[in-house]
């Protein structure tokens, strides 16, 4: 399948469960190439796309199978059998992956969404979106390019949801570690967009608000391992 086919799968996933009042969007990189232009074919953070990643909630996953089977995707029993309370996942008519998340991604931290994921949203939220992406401990330059892509084209959208980006991270302080570190690899970019938009959100990291259990978690600092290394699936 194509890129821009992968695209479009997504798309009529997403659409076809809004038509049911299933809450069901689009994360990860398809999500990036619906949201930004500089990320799609041409672009300066074109990639390809080896699956599609969605996010429900716990509450939408009976309607989420249904509507996957009858999309004519198989589920992958055995993954789904062990990860089902948070992650299922189908097959493709190619073999690629589509991954459902369910009211959070846990990967190096957890990002959560069960409140913030509304009806007919294509996307998941920006802030939930940029945190996927800022919580890989080991970044690849396909992650890197797509948060560059959101500082590209979606940078009205962050700066009218800093607040409440800043008060996300200022509840974790592993989180708030991983994501820092990432937005200074970002910050030492050879584009000077992305350099001084990366630079901006760290300055708002490292003024932000912190609740007690980031207080609590800080003092203990880097001597534990702030994060967790996630399995390959």
């Not at 073999?95 to 294509?122: P, S, Y």
């Not at 970044?139 to 009205?156: N, P, R, T, V």
Request: glycine share 8%.
């Amino acid at each position: 399948m194509e890129d821009a086919e992968r695209v479009r799968a997504g798309e009529q996933l997403v659409a076809a469960a809004h038509k049911e009042g299933i809450r069901l969007a689009l994360l990860g990189g398809v999500a990036i190439r619906v949201l930004c232009p500089s990320a799609r074919d041409g672009g300066p953070w074109q990639r390809s796309l080896a699956d599609i990643d969605l996010a429900t909630v716990p509450g939408e996953r009976k309607a989420t199978e249904r509507l996957l089977r009858e999309s004519g995707l198989e589920p992958e029993a055995h993954f789904n059998l062990m990860n089902g309370s948070e992650r299922l996942r189908y097959l493709d008519e190619d073999g690629a992956h589509v991954d459902v998340f369910l009211g959070e991604m846990r990967l190096c931290h957890v990002i959560e969404w069960r409140k913030a994921l509304g009806r007919e949203m294509t996307t998941l939220p920006l802030p939930e979106l940029l945190l996927t992406k800022l919580q890989i401990v080991k970044i690849e330059e396909k992650d890197l390019g797509d948060i560059s892509a959101l500082f590209q084209d979606q940078w009205a959208a962050i700066e009218a949801d800093r607040k409440r980006l800043t008060r996300l991270v200022g509840q974790d302080w592993g989180l708030w570690k991983t994501s820092l570190l990432n937005l200074e690899i970002l910050g030492r970019s050879d584009v000077a967009l992305v350099a001084s938009r990366a630079a901006d959100l760290a300055e708002s990291w490292r003024s932000g608000p912190r609740s007690l259990t980031y207080r609590a978690r800080a003092i203990v600092g880097e001597r534990v391992r702030w994060y967790e290394e996630p399995e390959e699936v």
